[in-house]
């Protein structure tokens, strides 16, 4: 399948889950991402969930990495340049949610991407090699592409990989690590 072919599949694949399988899946991958062995760093880059594209609800990862007194950092994006702008949260930070459903601070203490330990990153499908789809605009992969090499890229799925994506980009980063709700794979060894 094309990476246009996946993404219209795992868009419905997503859409089809009920609210109550969203809740239950995203807390089975909270519990799984606390296998990893990520929990000494400082500063976590999390994606905001986009509730109308029935993504990861990240809110429970939020509870693990303030309970673990952890940098959480989030981002704005800029859709003329389809880069990211990235800033701490904090009880003062004001969430708003942008012309496309994604939650953005509004305000906040900016975080350069060279400070980022670890990025939660969001995606449509992923592949047995660490390759990802997202929405198609490559937000991700500049931001990713931005952030030090030692940066740990775990991406986060309800669903099992692709045997292989085809048509993989040059301007496209691998994941390091994708967590579903029953399997955690490894991708460090490529």
């Not at 509730?51 to 940098?71: A, F, R």
């Not at 995606?123 to 605009?137: E, P, Q, S, T, V």
Request: proline share 4%.
């Amino acid at each position: 399948m094309t990476k246009n072919e996946l993404r219209k599949t795992y868009k419905l694949l997503r859409k089809k889950l009920s609210e109550d399988a969203i809740e239950t899946k995203s807390l089975e991958i909270a519990n799984q991402l606390l296998k990893l062995p990520i929990w000494e760093q400082s500063f976590y880059h999390i994606f905001l969930t986009i509730e109308e594209q029935k993504e990861v609800n990240t809110d429970y990862i939020l509870s693990i990495l303030s309970g673990k007194d952890k940098h959480i950092v989030i981002s704005k994006s800029d859709f003329k340049t389809f880069e990211m702008a990235h800033y701490l949260l904090s009880d003062n930070t004001v969430l708003k949610k942008n012309e496309w459903n994604i939650p953005e601070p509004t305000n906040g203490i900016p975080i350069s991407t060279e400070q980022i330990d670890v990025v939660f990153v969001p995606l449509l499908a992923f592949d047995k090699k660490g390759n990802r789809i997202g929405y198609g605009k490559g937000f991700y992969d500049k931001f990713l592409a931005q952030c030090k090499p030692k940066t740990i890229k775990i991406g986060l799925s309800f669903f099992s990989s692709e045997e292989e994506i085809s048509y993989i980009n040059k301007n496209d980063v691998n994941i390091d690590y994708c967590v579903t709700p029953s399997n955690i794979y490894d991708f460090s060894k490529y």
